[in-house]
């Protein structure tokens, strides 16, 4: 069964950093292009990075530019968000998807996310001011 788990999640103040792992198992990643997003309670997801299969390609939104980077370790199956100059604003539960077919550049618009291959189960992050 192919999944998805998050961690690193937790609670630190704003302007502080956190690095969210996605950790998938149960086939080989390498073809899969993947994604973070977030959603703040009453919230609608939201994308915030996306990375394609290889690694070459990274997109952001506007919101985290500069700040967050995505990256991935293929040998560990593994996708990273290293997130810097954390705002209050950023708090929110975190997902990771990934999909073979959704191009990484596509993976902002919302009407795709229900076409993903598999979803993690989130995990949290909150921020002090």
């Known amino acids: 069964q192919v999944k998805l788990v998050e961690s690193g999640g937790g609670l630190v103040q704003a302007g502080g950093s956190l690095r969210l792992s996605c950790a998938a198992s149960?086939?080989?990643?390498?073809?899969?292009?993947m994604g973070w997003f977030r959603q703040a309670p009453g919230q609608e997801r939201d994308f915030v990075a996306s990375i394609n299969w290889s690694g070459s390609e990274t997109y952001y939104h506007p919101d985290v530019e500069g700040r967050f980077t995505v990256s991935k370790d293929k040998a560990k199956n593994t996708m990273y968000l290293q997130m810097n100059s954390l705002k209050p604003e950023d708090a929110a539960v975190y997902f990771c998807?990934?999909?073979?077919?959704?191009?990484?550049?596509?993976?902002?618009?919302?009407?795709?996310?229900?076409?993903?291959?598999?979803w993690g189960q989130g995990t949290p992050v909150t921020i002090s001011s």
């Open positions: 149960g086939r080989n990643f390498d073809n899969y292009n």
């Open positions: 998807a990934a999909d073979r077919e959704l191009a990484a550049r596509d993976m902002y618009i919302k009407k795709v996310y229900g076409y993903f291959e598999v």
